[in-house]
């Protein structure tokens, strides 16, 4: 079942593009639909014949309630709703009967809005209900018991309930952070399997953690601003074997917590923003840590064995008033990668610190450094360096290598003033040496070197020969001779006599293998048996006269007689010229003609069909090739020196493809970092007088500008305005006209594209919003998923884009389906026909556009939705009328008029030289 939707192109004509059913929905598999707006109700009905779908996003998308449709997807499992205007859950939730997760953070949800039949479902294991204005737990919340997953922060909870902690005991991560909890229950103990809990925003004051000793599967522990002290923090962690992230910022310690130094497992620690004035010296615990942040503090100096943390990446020391050195003991960190030291009282940097060979970043801004050692400063590794805020602060020299003295003849000096008095003297000495040879060269003298130089090479050949045949004598002894000869370093009489008499042989096989006379290459040659009877007359072997074939259809087709000598621009021709020789037989010239404006498979054919014909006949002369407005003589020869050209020629054999129309588009050009074309209706109300358009035409292109548009913008959109031209001349055959117009001054024809009758200029102007999205399709067995890479609003980058993958780009009126080189052929037509169904289900504006686009063949409007994909292209900024001159210059001399006599033209040109 299909139907042709219709759109009107740029020269008044429709093209159609079927649309197919939903039949390529019901693989959908998942399918990412975030920042949509549905905000006045345009969520698509149709949406519920997505029958397989396991999740679906609706993130950010303005609901205000569950669409019905949704509640008819009964295989859904995951479902997320944040950053909605979520009112209530209605109690039709309970028609998802295989729903595991619902996320429906961020919205305007109380407790009394969220249906209870939610938590009834069998399977759900995950609820986020966080951000949201709830003063107490959802009605049968704790029926769900097979929670898994439970965010309840940033709401007004002032407690967390002894209900949910006796039936819902299987939880791993419950969040009740940035509540209004003063205190916790000691049956939090009864949550074995907990492995994170966040706790942080709370008020908690003198309450007793000690309940924390029981959770021996808790990982991370979150206790951020909850008005910790040294006396609360007394705790017991001996138990907790696997806890390795713990944030313990902005509290009021004054020490790091002795229960955290007997926790081996520790990876993550973070004490920001406390009243700590030095560290303990029992660090060698913490073999694991990798995080330490310790910004905000009072610290004064760090402990030399913080060199015992050889797993630590990352440290973070910063507003502090540690001084007058770090500790020499950092060098020890292999490991380090960010060091981060700013605003402190350092004075010298410790130049140990060159040997953590990892280190990335370094940041010593505003202290009080005069200089960072040159091993630090110049180290490979390091990227990253922030030195700002340092009054007395200069950058170190560069280090001097010194030469070892073992390889001291290795040292070689490549400084540039070296290399050149070096070249300088080799030029004087090899130009002294040419002006001796020079003025003493006689052409006397010169043949007497190349003689002097034949007998130097013949004595040179001749030791070579010799050489060769002592060899070839060393091989052929025997085994008796071979350890006499290492016996005795020297050689007898008896070698000698017979290594002599091997030379002689060598020498004799030598020039009697130089004596021979080599096959040419031509008569190695196995020429193929081939039927040339279809193309060729069997008459042209004994026939003396000019024939002349023209290439149609990949084909040889005789030219009548009548016409020789007149060549059509875009056609090929073979031309046969048979004359008698001086011994009773014919000589064969074979020439194939190029036409300036024929087409490859002329040429090609030509060129074949050339060989060809010599392979009938049987000529041992070769083809030659001719091209128009520049023929040979013995080509002119053949017809008395003049031929005539005309225009036009036979249909190229290729199959040609029609190009398809673009529709008319008009683009709103936003100039920032880069310049960003969108989508705008093409109606004149939106030419704004402090605004630059583009307007697509396919057959014309103008840059439209208002007349309050500044400099700089106009600069901008006139290169991106020229890499659309450059784009347009390589991708369309017959590349459209480029105009520039100005507001008040536009012609006739830029006011036809548009149709409206609406005013000219628009009085205010509202960008339209930026809703860029970015989707990949992948594809597993029997499904297809949707997933959003990139949400809307977000930085694009074009390097995510794989050549082995699929994408949709989604700019709400342009869709683009980017295809990858290397990409799957399956993956290929579903991607175009998903984006196809997508686009009619979704609400979109009436100028839509869906495009195809593969790999290198980006258009401009494509690559500035992506921050990262600005091409630069070159521009000649020199005088118009000097490129003009300098283009005239390459072109040559004139030819001559089509028709005239050539070869008198060449026989005055000889006569001239000759009298000169």
Not at 224 to 242: I, K, P, S, V, W
Not at 378 to 399: C, I, Q
Not at 434 to 453: E, F, I, K, W, Y
Not at 577 to 586: E, K, L, Q, S, V
Request: net charge negative; glycine share 6%; hydrophobic share 40%.
């Amino acid at each position: 079942k299909t139907e042709e939707h219709s759109t009107k192109g740029a020269d008044g004509s429709h093209f159609s593009f079927p649309t197919v059913d939903m039949s390529v929905l019901r693989f959908i598999r998942g399918v990412d639909l975030s920042d949509t707006d549905f905000e006045n109700g345009g969520f698509p009905r149709s949406i519920d014949q997505l029958q397989n779908m396991r999740w679906l996003r609706l993130n950010r998308t303005g609901l205000d309630v569950l669409p019905s449709a949704v509640n008819r997807l009964s295989k859904l499992e995951h479902l997320y709703l944040e950053g909605c205007k979520l009112l209530c859950i209605p109690p039709s939730v309970k028609l998802l009967n295989n729903l595991q997760a619902i996320r429906a953070c961020s919205n305007d949800l109380a407790q009394g809005d969220i249906c209870g039949d939610l938590f009834r479902l069998e399977d759900l294991h995950t609820v986020d209900l966080s951000h949201n204005t709830m003063t107490a737990l959802p009605t049968d919340l704790t029926l769900a018991d097979g929670l898994i997953i439970l965010a309840l922060g940033h709401n007004q909870l002032p407690e967390v309930p002894l209900e949910l902690l006796k039936f819902c005991t299987d939880i791993e991560y419950l969040d009740v952070g940035y509540n209004r909890i003063s205190s916790l229950l000691p049956q939090v103990r009864r949550l074995g399997h907990l492995r994170t809990l966040i706790l942080s925003g709370n008020n908690l004051g003198t309450s007793s953690l000690r309940f924390l000793s029981s959770l021996t599967e808790l990982e991370r522990l979150e206790l951020r601003a909850t008005g910790r002290t040294d006396l609360t923090m007394q705790l017991d962690f001996d138990d907790l074997e696997h806890l390795a992230d713990v944030d313990l910022a902005q509290n009021e310690l004054t020490r790091v917590p002795m229960c955290l130094l007997r926790v081996p497992s520790l990876r993550r620690l973070n004490l920001a923003d406390n009243q700590i004035k030095s560290l303990s010296s029992a660090l060698e615990l913490w073999g694991k840590l990798e995080s330490l942040i310790l910004s905000r503090n009072q610290l004064t100096s760090l402990p030399t064995t913080i060199g015992l943390l050889t797993s630590l990446r990352r440290l973070f020391v910063n507003s502090n008033q540690i001084g007058p050195a770090l500790p020499a003991q950092l060098g020890r960190l292999a490991s380090l990668e960010t060091l981060q030291a700013g605003h402190n009282l350092l004075q010298q940097i410790p130049v140990q610190l060159s040997q953590c060979t990892r280190l990335r970043q370094l940041r010593v801004e505003c202290n009080r450094l005069s200089t960072i050692p040159a091993p630090v400063y110049y180290a490979p590794s390091l990227k990253d360096l922030k030195t700002v805020g340092n009054a007395k602060f200069r950058m170190p020299a560069r280090p001097v290598v010194t030469a070892d003295p073992e390889s001291e003849h290795y040292n070689i000096d490549f400084a540039a003033a070296v290399r050149q008095q070096r070249s300088k003297s080799e030029n004087r000495t090899v130009s002294a040496s040419r002006l001796s040879s020079s003025s003493l060269g006689t052409p006397r003298a010169g043949r007497q070197s190349s003689v002097r130089r034949r007998h130097d090479g013949d004595d040179a050949s001749k030791k070579v020969l010799e050489g060769l045949a002592q060899l070839a004598a060393t091989q052929g002894q025997t085994p008796g001779r071979r350890e006499s000869r290492s016996a005795n370093t020297t050689m007898d009489l008896n070698d000698s006599d017979h290594a002599a008499s091997d030379a002689g042989e060598m020498s004799q096989l030598l020039e009697g293998s130089s004596a021979r006379t080599q096959k040419h290459w031509a008569d190695s040659l196995v020429k193929p048996e081939l039927d040339y009877s279809d193309l060729f007359e069997e008459e042209l072997k004994e026939s003396v006269d000019v024939t002349v074939w023209r290439m149609e259809n990949f084909l040889p087709v005789k030219v009548n007689p009548v016409e020789h000598g007149k060549f059509y621009e875009a056609d090929c021709y073979i031309v046969l010229d048979a004359h008698p020789d001086g011994d009773n037989g014919t000589a064969f010239s074979i020439f194939y003609w190029i036409g300036r404006e024929s087409h490859l498979d002329k040429k090609a054919s030509a060129a074949i069909h050339a060989v060809n014909l010599r392979n009938f006949l049987g000529a041992h002369c070769s083809s030659q090739r001719e091209e128009q407005e520049d023929e040979s003589e013995e080509f002119m020869h053949v017809f008395n020196d003049t031929v005539s050209y005309i225009q036009g020629g036979t249909e190229s054999g290729f199959f040609e493809v029609d190009e398809e129309l673009r529709p008319v588009r008009l683009y709103y050009l936003k100039c920032g970092k880069v310049v960003r074309a969108q989508a705008v209706p093409t109606m004149k109300a939106w030419l704004a007088s402090d605004q630059v358009f583009l307007l697509d035409g396919y057959s014309a292109v103008y840059l439209w500008i208002g007349c309050r548009v500044g400099s700089v913008t106009v600069q901008k959109t006139r290169l991106f305005l020229e890499k659309s031209m450059r784009f347009y001349n390589t991708h369309q055959k017959k590349p459209p006209t480029c105009e520039e117009v100005r507001q008040g001054a536009e012609p006739a024809g830029f006011w036809s594209f548009f149709t409206d009758t609406s005013a000219r200029y628009g009085a205010d102007f509202v960008a339209p919003p930026h809703r860029t999205k970015l989707h990949q399709l992948k594809m597993g067995s029997g499904f297809l998923e949707v997933p959003q890479i990139v949400q809307a609003g977000k930085h694009m980058d074009h390097r995510l884009l794989k050549t082995t993958e699929v994408y949709i780009i989604d700019d709400f009126a342009d869709i683009f389906v980017w295809i990858g080189r290397e990409s799957s052929r399956l993956v290929r037509a579903a991607a175009s026909r998903v984006a196809l169904e997508l686009k009619e289900i979704l609400p979109r504006p009436e100028h839509v556009l869906l495009s195809r686009v593969t790999e290198g063949n980006e258009p401009v409007v494509l690559r500035s939705l992506f921050d990262t994909w600005d091409d630069v292209i070159s521009v000649d900024h020199r005088n118009p009328d000097i490129v003009a001159v300098h283009n005239k210059t390459k072109q040559g001399p004139l030819r001559p008029v089509f028709g005239c006599d050539r070869g008198a033209v060449a026989r005055q040109a000889t006569a001239a030289a000759a009298a000169a």
